[in-house]
């Protein structure tokens, strides 16, 4: 059987990554803080789908945490075949408004994380001949909002150089570019989902399976909803100045 680590899979797109992956079959190593919400999703799929789930608990904002993933993933006897780099959260306010510490963790569980367990996990998927590492992004990677655009587009330029670097090697790397999703993400962060137009939620459940199906067709970039596609296409030809001025959107 496969193997899959999810991190971030106690709620939202990483829960509905590990109840997906379970029902497929795969084997799961699930990551998050919370242990013992981590242990009752572990249960709940391993009555559900009879497949074997072992928990890690670690913050990626801590390197010791982090470490300990990377060691999961580069542990040749029990290999991984997919890794889902899934945690992350969000800032309310603005930079200023935002200590510099919580900035650069949220930087950590956004771009180090990603870095440093895809590092962890192609050493054994390019010595096997096969693997797959989904990077969640997001659409607002193309839009003016900060640091955490920012880092979201680091996602998609590491994912998109990843993906053709280690294709040869048997190595399919895909970026999901979701937008506003109903999930716990936003709640979080203190934001009502009446902050942005209701047309704009997503699924959490439907995105996922359009994720796993281009990432199964190799596709380096995965957006889910033909509304979410027109928008990624539209933020690439209108001038950021214009974008910025709707990047309270989502915010409120």
């Known amino acids: 059987m496969p193997t899959a680590l999810v991190t971030g899979a106690t709620a939202g797109i990483g829960h509905s990554f590990a109840q997906q992956l379970a029902a497929r079959g795969d084997d799961l190593v699930l990551v998050a803080r919370d242990t013992a919400r981590l242990e009752a999703v572990a249960k709940e799929l391993t009555a559900a789908h009879g497949v074997a789930v072992e928990v890690l608990s670690a913050d990626l904002a801590d390197r010791a945490g982090m470490a300990l993933v990377e060691a999961r993933l580069a542990d040749r006897d029990r290999p991984v ?118 047309f704009l939620w997503l699924d959490a459940d439907e995105l996922v399976r359009t994720a796993l199906a281009d990432h199964e067709a190799g596709k380096v970039f995965s957006i889910p909803s033909a509304r979410y596609k027109a928008i990624a296409t539209l933020a690439r030809a209108v001038p950021s100045g214009v974008l910025q001025r709707f990047q309270s959107m989502g915010r409120k």
């Open 81 to 198: 075949d997919l890794l889902v780099n899934n945690a992350g959260f969000g800032l309310k306010e603005r930079f200023l408004d935002n200590a510099a510490d919580t900035e650069t963790a949220m930087l950590d569980v956004l771009v180090t994380a990603v870095l440093r367990l895809t590092h962890a996990a192609l050493g054994p998927m390019t010595k096997r001949g096969r693997g797959g590492v989904i990077n969640v992004s997001s659409v607002a990677s193309f839009l003016p909002r900060g640091t955490y655009s920012a880092a979201k587009a680091w996602v998609n330029s590491f994912s998109e150089w990843a993906a053709n670097e280690y294709r040869p090697q048997g190595v399919t790397i895909t970026a999901l570019l979701p937008g506003f999703t109903r999930t716990e993400f936003h709640e979080r962060m203190d934001v009502s989902q009446q902050s942005a137009p209701s």
